[in-house]
């Protein structure tokens, strides 16, 4: 059974710039979950897509966005890049009520 | 809104001692607490899931707690090792909800 993957590991952008980040969810699993987690902090909840449908968004502005596939993979897309999104990107996939991660992008926006 | 706190922020322990790790949550109407390891830059390993409906889970060395009443839920590590050395995370959702929310995390030194 194949766990969650994230592609890429790490990626350099500027300010302004526009990038799109992947993820595989775990064999099965309908729903997918990104999260942002800047240094010392705990990850923050980004948005949630079940079945390719939105199914809940955190407190991030319309410049994040993203999409779900009928194989259930997703892409979180951010536009306009800010220096305060500098951050690992967490993906996790479900398909009841355990969350289960991938490793991650690392993103640096200078 | 809705908040976790973990203390202590940092713990650093000697080799084969046991510990406990402290986060506690605001929301009563939790539907379930996970436990996750995290190693440096790296993502996240899921550890311990604990229903609402459930007091405690164990898995290895390591058990968790759920007291919803009180709003709290410990991890215990037993004979502590150098490679359990990382920053665990709590979280929890909501009723009806798959949103996770995340304390700062707890970060662990086991010295050999």
């Known amino acids: 059974e194949t766990g969650v993957t994230q592609s890429p590991t790490h990626l350099i952008k500027t300010r302004g710039q526009q990038v799109t980040l992947r993820c595989s969810s775990q064999?099965?699993?309908?729903?997918v979950s990104w999260y942002q987690q800047a240094l010392g902090q705990g990850p923050q909840f980004i948005f949630q897509?079940?079945?390719?449908?939105?199914?809940g968004r955190g407190n991030f502005p319309p410049r994040f966005s993203g999409l779900q596939f009928p194989n259930y993979s997703s892409e979180l897309n951010v536009n306009a890049l800010e220096l305060d999104d500098s951050a690992l990107y967490l993906c996790?996939?479900?398909?009841?009520?355990?969350?289960?991660f991938g490793p991650g992008t690392r993103l640096t926006v200078l | 809104k809705q908040e976790v706190t973990q203390i202590p922020a940092a713990l650093s322990v000697p080799e084969g001692e046991n510990l406990v790790l402290n986060c506690s949550f605001t929301?009563?109407?939790?539907?379930?607490l996970q436990w996750f390891r995290q190693d440096p830059g790296k993502g996240l390993t899921s550890l311990l899931l604990i229903q609402s409906s459930q007091r405690e889970q164990t898995s290895g060395r390591l058990n968790a707690s759920l007291d919803k009443s009180s709003g709290r839920s410990t991890l215990y590590i037993a004979a502590s090792q150098p490679g359990d050395s990382a920053t665990y995370l709590c979280?929890?959702?909501?009723?009806?909800?798959?949103?996770?929310?995340f304390g700062k995390g707890t970060k662990l030194s086991v010295i050999p």
């Open positions: 979280a929890y959702s909501g009723a009806g909800s798959y949103q996770l929310t």
């Open positions: 064999s099965g699993h309908n729903t």
């Open positions: 996790a996939s479900s398909l009841s009520t355990e969350q289960f």
């Open positions: 929301d009563s109407a939790i539907y379930n």
């Open positions: 897509y079940y079945r390719e449908e939105e199914n």
